[in-house]
């Protein structure tokens, strides 16, 4: 960028230098004649132009060049590694902040909060002594925010949030106050809104045993998690807003966790039988396990029951193309990976950045899991 600042300048100067030596004329200099009111407003013009040119040249430099990614250190902390999700999310992150964006690995901290938030605010707080530019955090309790924004603040340190996301007037807070904090990912809504609709577009709108009422069980994540609360409450809205009526038999708490997802799915078919027509799973770990528990009592997906979740893990696409689920709903870790690696940089080079950013989510189903399977294998 300095060699493009010079050559501007250079540039200028030349062209004053052309500008103010065309007049020609005598070759005795004791006679040049004083310059014509003409020629001074040129010259003026020249010097008007060269400033103009090495200002231009020295905003460029300044909006390019910011921190050399090979310096800057992230710290990263996930709310729990044991998540199928989050373990696509952090090894993509980590892939495109190394060998897309040029960070070296050892400069990227990455850690894991064992869903216990007392262990994620140490890795944060030892984030801040270490001095990271910028931290990326997958909170294990959004109600934490408040207090990991407030220290991070203190420390001048900005904060990208991903994948559990804050309340709103927390987001609008950022705004307000000044501070430089962001969240990434995806609308719960519409991926609740999306398995909604997957089993209303069924030919028989899931009423498998076709009583004229959808009978459900609920499998959800951490109730108190906003995606766990809009999957739950957006999938059913989805199917009476296509005029369905339905019964809910069990709704029950999973954690995001497939053996729960079995031992809640197991339970509820004991107790319900072939009163279940679907069973709505909030991620795809527990729908995993969901399956286990309906092919152990001899049900069989799209036949007699219905089964969707949300992530798009590759089992579950798998599942979708094989007839073991009725879908699933692509969360586009790549894209909520690249976008918080892109504003956690901007923060760190003093670019503006929003509040909020959303990446939508794909409904798969069997016309399409072909081809996120290509995308995510």
Not at 51 to 70: C, Q, Y
Not at 78 to 92: G, H, K, S, V, W
Not at 115 to 144: K, P, W, Y
Not at 350 to 360: A, H, R, S, T
Request: hydrophobic letters at 40%; aromatic letters at 6%.
């Amino acid at each position: 960028m300095k060699l493009k600042k010079v050559m501007a300048v250079s540039l200028a100067a030349a062209m004053a230098l052309s500008m103010t030596a065309c007049g020609g004329g005598s070759s005795q200099p004791a006679e040049t004649p004083a310059p014509t009111e003409a020629a001074a407003k040129e010259e003026t013009k020249a010097e008007e132009a060269a400033d103009a040119a090495t200002e231009a040249a020295e905003s460029v430099a300044e909006a390019v060049e910011g921190k050399d990614p090979a310096e800057i250190k992230v710290g990263i902390s996930i709310y729990q590694f044991a998540d199928n999700f989050m373990t696509l999310y952090r090894t993509e992150l980590e892939n495109y902040l190394v060998n897309e964006l040029g960070l070296k690995k050892e400069n990227i901290s990455i850690m894991d909060g064992k869903n216990d938030q007392g262990e994620q605010m140490n890795q944060i707080r030892n984030f801040i002594t270490q001095g990271c530019d910028v931290l990326i955090v997958n909170l294990v309790q959004a109600s934490s925010e408040p207090t990991v924004t407030e220290e991070c603040a203190a420390a001048n340190i900005p904060v990208v949030y991903i994948n559990r996301e804050p309340e709103t007037e927390r987001e609008q807070a950022w705004v307000d106050e000044g501070i430089k904090a962001t969240y990434v990912g995806a609308d719960a809504r519409q991926s609740g809104t999306f398995q909604g609709e997957e089993i209303a577009e069924l030919e028989n709108k899931g009423d498998a045993d076709g009583d004229g009422v959808v009978r459900y069980i609920m499998v959800q994540g951490d109730p108190e998690n906003v995606d766990a609360q809009y999957r739950t409450e957006k999938s059913i809205e989805a199917l009476t807003a296509a005029g369905v009526e339905v019964e809910e038999l069990v709704k029950m708490r999973g954690d995001w966790d497939q053996t729960k997802g079995q031992e809640i799915t197991a339970n509820a078919l004991s107790q319900h039988g072939a009163k279940i027509d679907v069973v709505f799973c909030n991620n795809d770990a527990m729908a995993l396990g969901a399956l286990q528990a309906i092919e152990a009592a001899g049900r069989k997906v799209n036949e007699d029951i219905y089964l969707v979740g949300v992530d798009a893990l590759v089992e579950a696409v798998e599942n979708v193309m094989n007839n073991k689920m009725t879908g699933t709903v692509f969360n586009d870790y790549f894209g909520q990976a690249h976008t918080a690696a892109d504003v956690a940089l901007d923060f760190v080079n003093g670019k503006d950045v929003e509040n909020v950013y959303m990446v939508d989510y794909v409904k798969v189903t069997t016309e399409n899991a072909g081809e996120i399977l290509e995308l995510i294998k």
